[in-house]
């Protein structure tokens, strides 16, 4: 069983910044590719960052310079810094992690719960 648990949302101004953590507990041989998703209301869900095992990145174009993606191999989890926030970056953030349970497993897309990031005056 393997289980993403995300961080970190929260209410913030314009301007403001925040850091999302999610973290991956069970039973984990490998990570592969993680990355960031978010959905707003009526809106289909789209990629926000994703990164590699080995570390490259890749971000959405309404994010690039404003947001930072990161993660920590040793502790199964991934960071996503919002610097710049705008009231357009409003939704719920998902995480998503490539992770294979066992050495002979084929790998698994995981997703996290979510955790609401609203920015607003």
């Known amino acids: 069983q393997v289980q993403l648990v995300e961080s970190g949302g929260g209410l913030v101004q314009p301007g403001g910044s925040l850091r999302l953590s999610c973290a991956a507990s069970?039973?984990?041989?490998?990570?592969?590719?993680m990355g960031w998703y978010r959905q707003a209301p009526g809106k289909q869900r789209e990629l926000v960052a994703g990164i590699t095992r080995g570390g490259s990145t890749d971000y959405a174009d309404s994010v690039k310079g404003r947001f930072t993606i990161s993660r920590d191999n040793a502790r199964n989890t991934v960071y996503l810094q919002m610097d710049s926030l705008k009231p357009e970056d409003t939704a719920v953030y998902y995480c998503?992690?490539?992770?294979?349970?066992?050495?002979?497993?084929?790998?698994?897309?995981?997703w996290g719960q979510g955790t609401q990031v609203t920015v607003s005056s």
């Open positions: 069970g039973s984990i041989f490998s990570m592969n590719d």
């Open positions: 998503n992690a490539e992770i294979r349970s066992r050495p002979t497993y084929p790998s698994r897309n995981y």
